[in-house]
Nanobody, 124 residues
Framework: QVQLVESGGGLVQAGGSLRLSCAAS????????MGWFRQAPGKEREFVAS????????VYADSVKGRFTISRDNAKNTVYLQMNSLKPEDTAVYYC?????????????????WGQGTQVTVSS
């Protein structure tokens, strides 16, 4: 089992920044590729960003490319999502995810473990 706990969400004005953190415990963190997903009210959960086990490979959704940056610190068992130039449409609950398979870290059915989520609200 892997336990994932997100933090860092909150209320921010449009154009502002937030950094989300996801602390992992249980299994060996560096065995897992990590990702961030989000779910807005009334919408389906969607992929935001992912990072490979070593941190050498990242993937972003088109909607956040150039604004968000995913990173990880394997020594601290933590993955981060730096969110800049936030827009009201970024408002959602953000979920951390872990997957042993790189090809499925961007897909919801492929995720092995989920965090409980952290709310991000961007006001206009």
């Amino acid at each position: 089992q892997v336990q994932l706990v997100e933090s860092g969400g909150g209320l921010v004005q449009a154009g502002g920044s937030l950094r989300l953190s996801c602390a992992a415990s249980g299994r060996t963190f560096s065995d897992y590729h990590m990702g961030w997903f989000r779910q807005a009210p009334g919408k389906e959960r969607e992929f935001v960003a992912s990072i490979s086990r070593s941190g050498g490979s990242t993937v972003y959704a088109d909607s956040v490319k150039g604004r968000f940056t995913i990173s990880r610190d394997n020594a601290k068992n933590t993955v981060y999502l730096q969110m800049n130039s936030l827009k009201p449409e970024d408002t959602a609950v953000y979920y951390c995810a872990a997957d042993k398979t790189l090809s499925t870290i961007t897909t919801i059915p492929g995720i092995d473990y989920w965090g409980q989520g952290t709310q991000v609200t961007v006001s206009s």
